[in-house]
């Protein structure tokens, strides 16, 4: 699986348009800059054209990309424009100008999941407020008597492959925010129902359309199938399943349907896929049709899917080469350069669908008839997915096969969340908040790493499949009534563990903010002692400078990153072969390194690499602490023995 995977990395590495090679940005970040030109404010189909700007989807495509680069890159530009675009519309109160809730049109979910990650990042009610609205519309969406959600209240009966992409996935991060569970029975229906009444047996792809009723004029009186593959369609289909899996419950019983039906359409895809140019016809199963073309908007969406599937772990590794050949073909034959640093993107068809005024028949010569143009939304939403997808597919992936395990059994501060269910907070992997490790965890994930929550007392059996375990500000009263100390049974676990192969991680606090006196009881089996002082202290919350801790060249974790902001941290005393890493202006010690048996111990006092310190909305850009959390991954990882 390494080997096949690695070698289709490899060749996306090496090869691609000479515009990709010299420019400083990636292709994702100049598609971004072109959309933040063209679309300054929220999203008006026609720059031109001063029509009133709607509460559309397609926004919501080119949020979702904005976001998956935001998150790579730590670019805080990007989060104020995801922001800026959604404060167009949401008022607050929460309402949301520009949206009808009982035109019951599932297009106007799509938005919903820009609002659930402006609410996670910013704690802020208004956008959660919104989102329930969207959510509202779901519980009261009409249905077919199977339950399958109608596409809108206009078009009765029917279904569209497209409805799923635009529901599904916001269906389900809102069920798992507020932990309701029944929703994913309903959720996994939707896609069964659909690939069950639209899938042709013969090729294995979906039919664009279903009407239960059978009455529409482009239905089939048999049944209700409307008459072709609309590639668009299946890339909508693709992606709603990739999208609507990542908040799925691992152990619902239903899981392994959705898997089943992403394997089915992953090989019906694969099998329409040109192998001359790597694209797909806007009409799939029609290559030779007269005037049938390459659609890029389906390109991207296909690529996206599977790249994201393989990532996942949803789809076999072989099936990346689909997506790195289809985008070769993209960039071949869709990306031209714009301007320095910004590019366009040809050949989406505007728009295709079903009845309506003028009716819309589904026939072959309706679909070539719309107009294909040059930076639609929709499309470039698309290449913004795939794009960020193939970027993160060509990092390199030291972590492969390994498991980076963080702790909240000794760190396990718990609240209230919006739906009242008690959840774990503070220093999380799921966590987007100012005090979550989700940027960090991101860096572990596309290092090839898979990450793990331990929520029980470390032991022998329980770390046996980790290569890192990271323990982060271990809890005293005044955070959690009944914290978790540190205690010998603990510590030899660990030190065993440690000695055997493992790398440790210490992350504490400074010392009103941490419980050291238990955790110094670990620490000092390592050498490392935790002083119990406050340095790095900001008094003026916009006076970096005074957080600042400078690299000096020649570090050896910290290979390109140089001013790193580390506020309020306990310096370290060391003894034995423990050596420092790293040291303040005062000569005190910042950060060290123990080898310990096997394996090997990084210490700091602070938990310095949460979300507030690497995600570009507060720090100036001048710090690097997004660059210093990414180098730390990759020397982590060279200390992980094989056998982890």
Not at 6 to 13: D, E, G, I, P, R
Not at 85 to 97: A, L
Not at 391 to 398: N, V
Not at 536 to 565: Q, R, Y
């Amino acid at each position: 699986m390494k080997t096949s995977l690695f070698k289709y990395l490899s060749v996306a590495t090496f090869v691609g348009l000479t515009v990709h090679a010299k420019a400083q940005q990636s292709l994702s970040q100049q598609m971004a800059s072109t959309v933040m030109e063209i679309w300054k404010d929220s999203l008006n189909l026609e720059p031109s054209n001063p029509k009133p700007v709607k509460w559309a989807y397609d926004q919501g495509v080119i949020l979702e990309g904005i976001n998956g680069i935001w998150k790579r890159t730590g670019n805080g530009e990007y989060f104020k424009y995801m922001q800026k675009s959604m404060d167009f519309f949401v008022t607050k109160e929460g309402t949301i100008n520009r949206y009808k809730q009982t035109d019951y049109n599932i297009d106007n979910i799509k938005n919903g999941r820009s609002l659930l990650t402006l609410y996670k990042v910013t704690g802020q009610q208004k956008y959660f407020k919104a989102a329930t609205l969207l959510w509202d519309q779901l519980q009261q969406q009409p249905r077919t008597k199977e339950g399958g959600f109608w596409h809108k209240k206009v078009y009765p009966n029917q279904m569209w492959l497209d409805g799923l992409y635009m529901g599904e996935p916001f269906y389900a991060e809102y069920a798992a925010l507020t932990k309701n569970e029944k929703a994913f029975d309903d959720i996994a229906n939707q896609f069964i129902w659909m690939e069950k009444n639209a899938r042709d047996a013969k090729t294995g792809l979906l039919y664009h359309g279903w009407d239960e009723s059978k009455t529409e004029q482009w239905a089939n009186k048999t049944t209700g199938k409307s008459p072709n593959f609309w590639a668009r369609a299946m890339g909508w289909y693709g992606m709603a399943l990739v999208d609507a899996l990542d908040n799925f419950p691992k152990n619902h019983p239903k899981r392994a349907a959705l898997l089943a039906i992403l394997n089915r359409y992953a090989l019906a895809v694969q099998k329409v896929q040109d192998q001359k140019s790597g694209l797909w016809y806007d009409i799939l199963d029609q290559p030779t049709g007269k005037g049938n073309y390459h659609e890029a908007s389906a390109a991207n969406m296909f690529v996206y899917t599977f790249a994201k599937a393989v990532r996942m772990g949803y789809l076999p590794s072989s099936y990346f080469a689909v997506a790195d050949k289809g985008y070769k073909g993209i960039r071949t034959e869709f990306i031209e350069q714009a301007s320095v640093g910004k590019i366009n993107l040809k050949g989406t068809v505007s728009v295709s669908g079903l009845g309506g005024k003028p009716y819309r028949d589904g026939s072959y010569s309706y679909y070539l008839s719309e107009k294909v143009i040059t930076n639609d939304p929709k499309g470039v939403g698309a290449f913004l997915l795939a794009a960020n997808e193939m970027e993160i597919a060509e990092l390199p992936k030291p972590g492969f096969g390994k498991m980076v395990t963080l702790d909240s059994y000794f760190n396990n501060e718990t609240k209230l969340d919006q739906s009242n269910n008690t959840i774990s907070w503070h220093y999380k992997w799921e966590e987007l908040a100012n005090g979550g490790f989700s940027f960090w965890g991101d860096q572990f994930n596309n290092a090839g790493f898979k990450t793990n929550t331990l929520y029980q007392a470390p032991t022998i059996a329980n770390l046996k499949n980790s290569s890192i375990y990271i323990i982060v500000d271990p809890d005293f009263e005044k955070e959690n009534p009944k914290p978790n100390f540190v205690g010998s049974a603990h510590i030899k676990a660990i030190t065993e563990w440690v000695k055997a192969g493992g790398v440790l991680v210490l992350m504490a606090n400074d010392a009103p903010n941490c419980e050291l006196d238990h955790f110094n009881e670990l620490a000092i089996k390592f050498g490392v002692q935790f002083n119990k002082d406050s340095k790095g202290t900001v008094p003026v919350p916009s006076n970096f400078e005074t957080a600042k801790v400078v690299v000096p060249a020649g570090n050896e974790i910290f290979k390109n990153s140089t001013n790193l902001f580390i506020k309020e941290y306990s310096s370290l005393k060391l003894s034995g072969n423990a050596k420092s890493i790293l040291k303040d202006k005062d000569g005190d010690n910042v950060m060290s390194v123990t080898k310990y048996g096997k394996g090997t111990v990084f210490v700091i006092g602070d938990p310095w690499l949460y979300n507030e310190y690497v995600d570009g909305r507060k720090l100036p850009a001048s710090y690097d602490n997004l660059k210093a959390a990414a180098n730390l991954v990759n020397w982590l990882a060279k200390q992980t023995s094989s056998k982890k």
